[in-house]
């Protein structure tokens, strides 16, 4: 897999995206438009979002790819810049970024991770559910409400009372 340009036909895949200051708070301040952001983005380069969690400085997404389509660094820049050009304007972004028409939003690189079978894929949901707890924001899984887990719940696959901590591994993507 060359995760730089992100080639990779099909599969499913776990992310990490940062914003470059690890004290903002505009991914859940402003969800709306990162939802409107993956909501166009789905609808020009369709995938599959199989868990995603949004924290104030970060999310994690597991995908699952098109059997035919490799470009999961293509639809991610243009979430990035479609959530980016809806904020209200930033009151400090570098000349040189400016320059280069970026916003110095998010960290230019990401994490990015093949899943390599079910017992990988089930070990990075676990990981997405439970991160709000793991960061302090809530108390339980189901406290958060940037969180795929609802989704889950409400089609009956986990529990009302689901907290992830049967699992063990909560070091997954974390750098």
Do not use: C
């Amino acid at each position: 897999m060359n995760a730089r340009h992100g080639q990779a036909a099909g599969g499913s895949f776990f992310f990490t995206l940062n914003l470059n200051d690890p004290a903002a708070t505009l991914l859940t301040e402003h969800i709306g438009l990162l939802r409107a952001a993956l909501r166009q983005v789905k609808a020009q380069h369709p995938f599959d979002i199989l868990a995603m969690v949004v924290l104030p400085d970060h999310l994690h997404a597991l995908w699952r790819l098109p059997a035919d389509d490799e470009d999961y660094g293509r639809r991610w820049d243009l979430i990035k810049v479609g959530f980016a050009s809806r904020l209200p304007p930033l009151a400090t972004v570098q000349l040189s970024r400016r320059l280069r028409r970026e916003r110095g939003l998010w960290q230019r690189r990401y994490w990015t991770q093949r899943m390599k079978d079910e017992h990988d894929l089930q070990r990075h949901l676990d990981y997405i559910h439970r991160n709000p707890v793991q960061h302090g924001y809530a108390r339980s899984p189901l406290d958060w409400p940037y969180s795929s887990i609802h989704r889950y719940v409400q089609a009956g696959v986990l529990p009302v009372d689901w907290t992830g901590q049967d699992t063990g591994d909560w070091a997954v993507g974390e750098r």
